[in-house]
């Protein structure tokens, strides 16, 4: 009896310590701001790719290495994890597209500011010399996901921005 016992009493341990130690499927997704929100389905490069093709892009001078991140937007290699993108260098239209994964939320934030003090200066330059390119820049911004930053300033935005947040992993 006392065999049965001990054995009935460690299938309920056990079973507790089962049902407790996992993880639901609501709890083990990250939160949207979350460091971890998301897990880039393709390498950023290959996403950047994919959304020149789909929407047809075609003029704009693609960031080379980390030199012209520093160049552009004052972001150092140290807080870069991997990024793709490109800007035109016509002089005439303000089309941009940054994608940056940072090391950690800290270089995530600091990206997020260098992108956000890059809009705002393109901004401010558009609105003296070219109003209709700053009504452009002002329907589009800088965004971040847990580690993933963006600056996607084009006609296309909303196009380009769906293209990147479902291939990224975002949505």
Same mark, same amino acid.
Not at 60 to 81: F, H
Not at 149 to 165: G, L, P, Q
């Given at each position: 009896?006392?065999?049965?016992? %001990?054995?009935?009493?460690?299938?309920?341990? %056990? $079973?507790c310590?089962?049902?407790?130690?996992?993880?639901?499927?609501?709890?083990?997704?990250?939160?949207?701001?979350?460091?971890?929100?998301?897990?880039?389905?393709?390498?950023?490069?290959?996403?950047?790719? /994919? @959304?020149?093709?789909q929407?047809? @892009?075609?003029?704009?001078?693609?960031?080379?290495?980390?030199?012209? $991140?520093?160049?552009?937007?004052?972001?150092?290699?140290?807080?870069?994890?991997?990024?793709?993108?490109?800007?035109?260098?016509?002089?005439?239209?303000?089309?941009?597209?940054?994608?940056?994964?940072?090391?950690?939320?800290?270089?995530?934030?600091?990206?997020?500011?260098?992108?956000?003090?890059?809009?705002?200066?393109?901004?401010?330059?558009?609105?003296?010399?070219?109003?209709?390119?700053?009504?452009?820049?002002?329907?589009?911004?800088?965004?971040?996901?847990?580690?993933?930053?963006?600056?996607?300033?084009?006609?296309?935005?909303?196009?380009?921005? /769906?293209?990147?947040?479902?291939?990224?992993?975002?949505?």
């Amino acid at each position: 009896m006392k065999k049965i016992f %001990a054995a009935l009493f460690a299938a309920v341990i %056990a $079973l507790c310590f089962c049902s407790c130690g996992g993880t639901s499927e609501s709890s083990a997704q990250p939160s949207q701001g979350s460091a971890e929100a998301a897990v880039s389905a393709k390498p950023l490069k290959e996403i950047f790719e /994919d @959304i020149k093709t789909q929407v047809g @892009i075609e003029n704009l001078t693609e960031l080379s290495n980390v030199r012209t $991140l520093d160049r552009y937007y004052g972001i150092t290699e140290d807080k870069v994890s991997e990024f793709a993108g490109g800007n035109n260098s016509s002089g005439v239209s303000q089309e941009e597209i940054v994608l940056i994964k940072a090391v950690d939320d800290n270089a995530a934030a600091e990206v997020e500011a260098s992108l956000n003090d890059r809009y705002n200066s393109k901004l401010e330059q558009s609105r003296n010399y070219n109003p209709e390119q700053a009504a452009i820049i002002e329907k589009c911004k800088v965004q971040r996901d847990g580690l993933y930053v963006s600056m996607i300033v084009s006609e296309n935005a909303d196009r380009i921005t /769906d293209i990147y947040r479902t291939e990224a992993g975002l949505k």
